[in-house]
């Protein structure tokens, strides 16, 4: 069974600092994909990124990078200069899916409260 | 863009009572999936469909049932309700071959 450990339940900083959120996954599948998720307090899930068990490169997008270690199976997520628009809860989520589009339901950690303050 | 549609954004039903909750996909999605997400938990995933047809099952109640639609559309029809059935109601949906999922705003279920 596949499984997400986002051991950070709550993560308090102050605007203009890095911050790592963790994530570990387990699962016995060869292919995956990884993903993380922002719910601010509006309540809605907002898709950041998806990575696939066979792309180990890691990706930056402006303040946002990810770090993706097979080796350690985890998919860790870092906020360079964080602002207080970055407070959300961030959940980081695994998908083994079969293929053709059919099924790729998600199972999800359960989440890491964000706050940043000014 | 135009993104996933959930109506109603709110609802609050008794309990024993129905509720419909409806899902507009993306333009052009075929496939959906429906979660639940209880206070202070993380989303779990109650079942999916793609064209049309079911796809695959989880954690969801017999007192619900869900279908999609012709036009993609999706409605999950829950009945007999339970306090415990109050949490945010999510729909996604995401194109075939193509693993992300993206998210409507959700329908919080009030029951009392």
């Known amino acids: 069974a596949q499984k997400v450990t986002q051991a950070q339940t709550e993560i308090s900083v102050v605007e203009k600092e890095d911050v790592t959120l963790d994530c570990v996954y387990e699962t016995r599948d060869t292919t995956y994909y990884l993903f993380w998720y922002k719910q601010p307090p509006s309540g809605e899930l907002v898709f950041l990124i998806r990575?696939?068990?066979?792309?180990?490169q890691n990706e930056i997008s402006g303040r946002y990078s990810w770090n993706f270690q097979k080796s350690t199976s985890s998919f860790n997520f870092t906020i360079t200069a964080s602002q207080v628009v970055d407070s959300a809860v961030y959940c980081c989520a695994l998908s083994e899916g079969v293929g053709g589009g059919s099924n790729y339901k998600l199972t999800f950690g359960k989440g890491t409260l964000l706050t940043v303050n000014p | 863009a135009a993104g996933v549609i959930q109506s109603p954004r709110h609802l609050i039903k008794e309990k024993r009572e129905t509720a419909t909750l409806k899902c507009y996909p993306i333009p052009r999605h075929d496939t959906v999936y429906w979660y639940q997400q209880g206070p202070g938990q993380d989303p779990q995933f109650l079942i999916s469909f793609y064209e049309k047809m079911q796809s695959d099952k989880g954690s969801i109640p017999d007192r619900f049932s869900a279908q999609q639609f012709s036009d993609y559309h999706s409605e999950l029809n829950m009945s007999s309700l339970e306090l415990g059935d109050s949490a945010l109601y999510f729909c996604a949906s995401s194109l075939t071959g193509l693993p992300e999922a993206f998210f409507g705003q959700g329908t919080r279920l009030t029951v009392v």
């Open positions: 990575r696939n068990s066979f792309d180990e």
